[in-house]
C-alpha cells in the first residue's frame, strides 16, 4: 500500500489550498483517513479525521471552521480543503490511513495508523 499525498505550496494568509492524498496498492479495502502535520522543532500534531463511511469527521481547534476534509471511496482518494489560512498553518502535511471495519470510526492519534503518505509541504506567507 502507497499513499502519494499531493498539493502543497506558497500560499499568501488567507489563501487556500487542496491537498489530495490517494492509495495504490491494496484499493479494495475500507479506510479510515486523517491528516495530521509537523512544523519545524515541534511534534507532528493532528489536523483532521474522516471515517470510511464519510459520516464522521473531526478537526483540531485550531483549523475547526477553515479546514474541510472530503473523500472518493470510489477512487481512494481523500482531500483536505484549506481555507483562510494562517502563517501558523505552515507545516509538512501527511495524510494517513488505517485499514477498519467500522463505517464511523474516526482516529485521532499517529499511532493508529499503518500507512502514511510521503507529505507535503504547505507554506503560508503574512
Known amino acids: 500500500v502507497q499513499l502519494q499525498a499531493c498539493g502543497g505550496g506558497l500560499v499568501q494568509a488567507g489563501g487556500s489550498l487542496r491537498l489530495s492524498c490517494a492509495v495504490s496498492g491494496r484499493t479494495f479495502s475500507s479506510y479510515a483517513w486523517g491528516w495530521f502535520r509537523q512544523a519545524p522543532g515541534k511534534e507532528r500534531e493532528f489536523v483532521g479525521a474522516?471515517?470510511?463511511?464519510?459520516?464522521?469527521?473531526d478537526f483540531a481547534e485550531s483549523v475547526k471552521g477553515r479546514f474541510t476534509i472530503s473523500r472518493d471511496n470510489a477512487n481512494n482518494t481523500v482531500f483536505l480543503q484549506m481555507n483562510s489560512l494562517k502563517s501558523e498553518d505552515t507545516a509538512v502535511y501527511y495524510c494517513?490511513?488505517?485499514?477498519?471495519?467500522?463505517?464511523?470510526?474516526?482516529?485521532?492519534?499517529?499511532?493508529?495508523?499503518?500507512?502514511w503518505g510521503q507529505g507535503t509541504q504547505v507554506t503560508v506567507s503574512s
Open positions: 494517513a490511513a488505517r485499514i477498519t471495519a467500522s463505517f464511523s470510526s474516526m482516529f485521532y492519534s499517529p499511532s493508529q495508523y499503518g500507512y
Open positions: 474522516i471515517s470510511w463511511s464519510g459520516g464522521s469527521v
